[in-house]
């Protein structure tokens, strides 16, 4: 069976990244981004999705982390969608609950091929360490709608923003894990209209 992979090498004037992702990894990650907590997502999204992940950017963060943090999820989206291929096989849908220490956190995802966002996750504080807590929802919907996955995100216990924000970030990755893989009783594309 092939690897499902996706490379994508995105620059504009503000960010400069390349992005590698296996969806039939073991969990392998390589990041160098200039964002520390980003880094430190990344590295749970791939663990927790069994996904092979390579990230190297270059931003214009001497302004803020902005640019970078969402120019990423954007990449890859990109990188996702391309390794997903033509889709045939795969279960479509995927759900975690995540928990870190007192946060519990909700991730559905649906590879329907139309991405959105539904995130309903409040950060009760502005930041963590450098990091710009409001980021987090600029990378969901930047991978969302670039992967083209409807993604729901939802907040059901937590007081400690790193955690809550974390436990977002292992849910994604399991709930992906689960959508992406391939089911053998299924030969076709998951959709009645044969195509996603």
Known sequence: MTQRQGRVARRTGETD??????L?????????????????M????????????TVRATGD??????????????TLGMAVRQALGDKQGINRYGHALVPMDEALVLAVTDI????????????????????????VEEFMRAFALNSGITLHIRLLSG?????????????LGRALRQAAARDGRLTDIPSTKGVL
């Open 159 to 171: 007081r400690n923003t790193h955690h809550i924000i974390e436990a977002a970030f292992k849910a």
């Open 24 to 40: 039939d990894g073991t969990g392998d990650y390589r990041l160098q981004t200039g964002v520390g907590f980003l880094e430190h």
């Open 112 to 135: 329907s091929g139309r991405g959105h966002l539904a995130i309903d996750l409040p950060l009760p504080a502005a930041r963590v360490g450098n990091f710009d807590t409001e980021l």
């Open 61 to 74: 963060t001497h302004i803020d982390d902005h640019h970078t943090v969402e120019d990423i999820g954007i």
């Open 42 to 53: 990344l590295s749970l999204l791939a663990k927790h999705g069994a996904l092979d992940l």
């Open 17 to 22: 990244i390349e992005v590698f992702v296996s």
